[in-house]
């Protein structure tokens, strides 16, 4: 049998490629970073072209160190990454028009709340106010999936980390291309489309459902083009889309490494992320830690409405049977870890903060906001501004790092509170990813604010090992996802420890501070 699975993971910071073993083990890793382009406040870029760049040198790092130029050892290539950062390009010179605008950009805010405001816009969400309420009456009426989408729209967002904003901004501002539309040539995709698409010399134009349920272009409900969603922009019909398959499969080849590699899996960073935890029941939550804060629920083969500002995805489709999720999106939360570190020199490392953390018995009060450019779920205010409050002089550095920290485990819980509502699951416990969970001081502290066990594995690379999985399962690597179980392997259990009096001040605490937060800028 081949002896590896390659996975490349291309991230909203950087490019890591990964080769592992049937034992679930990494053998070969290698990373380089993205470059993060600010044309002004609030913009948010990369180069695609550097993008590819990245993905092609890790690749050829970690072939190299495990001598895979000899086709036996690499059994598949599995692709994760970033979701709706997209790219519009040629497809006769396979020249980007524009960077890829990236999910964290900021620039179509005024565009976004226009649309909102549209009277066909504001008649959709009475009407889903309407129907919510009914079928709050009659309940059997929450099974249909036209119900569920008019629920879904009674608080119906137009969020500027979607692409369809961004591709009416590249249109309107980009000469080219509109000139190319015309001709039949512009394609859009997302990273894992660009990335394929450069992988066959431009064979392959596809993506999987993970990643275009997560474009805010997608309607998970009739598993379709979303025609809600992209009329308001004026995205063209001319506009070439691409292929969606199955996030297990065949993706095309590539020889760009000496040898012909199948490409057998494309799946999003957050919905792999589920995967690689082995959230494959029903009711399976997983918070993933890292640039951002993402809880996600396995809903099974039931796409799932919410009435609490949660986004219901594609968790990923395999075998013609889609899996569906629920997810809580909070950005920034590991990025004000960053800023502490980068920005205050209020610590050295990441990795200190949880030591830092401890040598303050509490956080005296204070609370800090994540809400550099705005606030996710289940808010979605993207005016609120980052905050602290309840500083006295009595403050010191220490109280600062942990109520920074503090605030992740806030805002995990305001996901898993608006998931409760809106699936009456039951929460059995959390798996812990992402670089920040290696973090005890947070994990417990997560554990104690949600009132839930969390555990973290062996293996915080979940992103990839989720694709390898799925990648590995195409070609008979793993047989089944009970095969793929027997070598999950866990690292630590964080139990509750915090009375239900103390847990619910400070969570009331942290409410009031977001209070603060929200509409701020203009």
């Not at 291309?10 to 382009?37: H, K």
């Not at 979607?162 to 015309?182: Q, S």
């Not at 205050?344 to 401890?358: H, P, S």
Request: negative net charge; proline residues 4%.
């Amino acid at each position: 049998m081949d002896k590896y699975i390659l996975v490349n993971d291309v991230g909203t910071t950087g490019v890591r490629a990964v080769v592992i073993d049937q034992e679930n083990n990494i053998v070969s890793r290698a990373y380089e970073e993205i470059t993060q382009i600010h044309p002004k406040p609030g913009w948010s870029e990369q180069d695609p072209v550097e993008i590819w760049d990245r993905t092609v040198n890790v690749t050829k790092k970690v072939l190299d160190d495990v001598d895979a130029k000899d086709a036996k050892n690499i059994a598949a290539l599995g692709i994760v990454t970033q979701r709706s950062t997209n790219v519009l390009w040629d497809r006769k010179t396979g020249k980007p028009v524009y960077n890829a605008i990236t999910w964290q950009d900021g620039r179509t805010v005024d565009l976004c709340e226009e649309v909102a405001n549209k009277g066909n816009i504001k008649f959709i969400h009475g009407l889903g106010k309407a129907v919510t309420g009914i079928s709050k009456v009659i309940k059997p009426l929450k099974k249909n999936n036209t119900v569920k989408l008019l629920i879904q729209a009674s608080h119906l967002a137009f969020s500027p980390a979607f692409c369809p904003p961004h591709i009416k901004w590249v249109l309107d501002n980009v000469k080219e291309a509109r000139g190319i539309l015309a001709k039949g040539d512009l394609l859009f995709g997302t990273v894992d489309t660009w990335v394929v698409w450069n992988y066959t010399k431009g064979k392959v134009h596809a993506t999987d459902f993970s990643n275009i349920s997560s474009t805010g272009m997608y309607d998970p409900f009739s598993m379709d083009w979303s025609q809600t969603l992209l009329k308001p922009f004026d995205i063209p019909k001319e506009l070439i889309l691409p292929e969606i398959r199955e996030s297990s499969g065949d993706f095309g080849k590539t020889d760009l490494f000496g040898t012909t590699i199948p490409i057998t899996a494309v799946i999003a960073d957050q919905q792999s992320a589920l995967f690689g935890e082995a959230c494959f029941s029903s009711g399976d939550v997983k918070c993933t830690n890292g640039t951002g804060t993402f809880v996600d629920m396995n809903t099974g083969d039931v796409p799932m409405a919410s009435t609490h500002q949660l986004t219901p995805l594609v968790a990923w489709k395999l075998r013609g049977e889609t899996t569906y999720m629920l997810e809580g999106l909070i950005a920034n939360t590991g990025s004000a870890v960053q800023w502490l570190r980068d920005d205050l020199n209020a610590i050295e490392t990441a990795d200190e903060t949880g030591a830092v953390a401890e040598e303050a018995k509490d956080s005296q009060g204070i609370y800090f906001v994540p809400a550099f450019e705005g606030l996710g779920a289940p808010y979605w205010d993207a005016r609120a501004r980052g905050t602290i409050v309840g500083i006295t002089r009595a403050a010191k550095k220490e109280q600062i790092v942990r109520a920074v920290l503090e605030s992740i485990g806030y805002s995990c819980k305001d996901a898993v509170e608006a998931i409760k509502k809106d699936t009456d699951l039951p929460i059995r416990s959390i798996k812990a990813d992402g670089g920040a969970s290696e973090n005890d001081f947070l994990l417990q502290f997560i554990s104690d604010i949600v009132d839930v066990e969390v555990e973290r594995p062996v293996n915080l690379e979940t992103t990839a090992i989720g694709a390898a999985y799925l990648a590995g399962l195409a070609v008979g690597y793993w047989k089944s996802e009970e095969d793929i179980l027997k070598h999950r392997k866990v690292d630590k259990r964080f139990k509750p420890k915090m009375g239900e009096e103390e847990r619910e001040k400070l969570y009331n605490g942290w409410k009031r501070a977001i209070e603060r937060s929200l509409d701020w800028a203009h």
